[in-house]
């Protein structure tokens, strides 16, 4: 039984009581603006494994009575603030304690549009992703793997792909200064055809 709650709530708290979702295995609570804590009781969701949250701006605490989800495999935040991030890394965050037990633990950013890119709890890469998201770079990094999360492909069109400059970085063909080249290019190129 899987349940997602998108746009559907508009609490500052929300509280899942012991006994609650006795048969849940799957929870999404997507763009939940105004949500600042989520409660998890002992008893409650007991069948749970997998949760995504996200993007959920005013969500800077782990959710408390996370730690009592036994069959939880699969934590997945979207867009989560870099306090939310810091506070569960490994050896330094003060609620790591309460998503060790969970073998996956990862956060999705947003590249370009439907584009994310994932990183795993403890990676190096996720705390040099919030940094620069703090310092606000314009230009775009390499990605590793970029991935469109509704499609599950690599790349869903050309325009997604992100190609690497002369300084190590990348730049989108999403941006419109290289949609207005691609279309030059193509219509030059078919003006030539006619010819």
Known sequence: MNLVIYHGYEGEQLHIEEGGFQKLKFLGLTNLKILNRLIIDEGALPLLEKIEIGPC??????????????????????EMSREFVLSM?????????????VPFVCFWYRIQGEC??????????????????????????????LRNHSTGFKYQHLKDIQVPDRT??????????????????????IIVLLL
């Open 168 to 189: 190590g970085y990348s730049f989108s063909l999403n941006q419109p200064e290289y949609q207005l080249l691609i279309l030059s290019c193509l219509t030059t190129f």
């Open 116 to 145: 994310y890119k994932t990183y795993k709890l403890g990676d190096s890469e996720l705390l040099e992703h919030l940094q620069r998201k703090v310092k606000r770079w314009t230009t775009k990094v390499p990605s590793t793997f």
């Open 89 to 101: 890394q490994p050896d330094e965050g003060p609620d790591f304690w309460k998503v060790k037990h």
């Open 57 to 78: 701006p005013l969500l800077e605490e782990v959710p408390s009575g996370i730690h009592h989800l036994k069959n939880l495999k699969d934590l997945e935040f979207f």
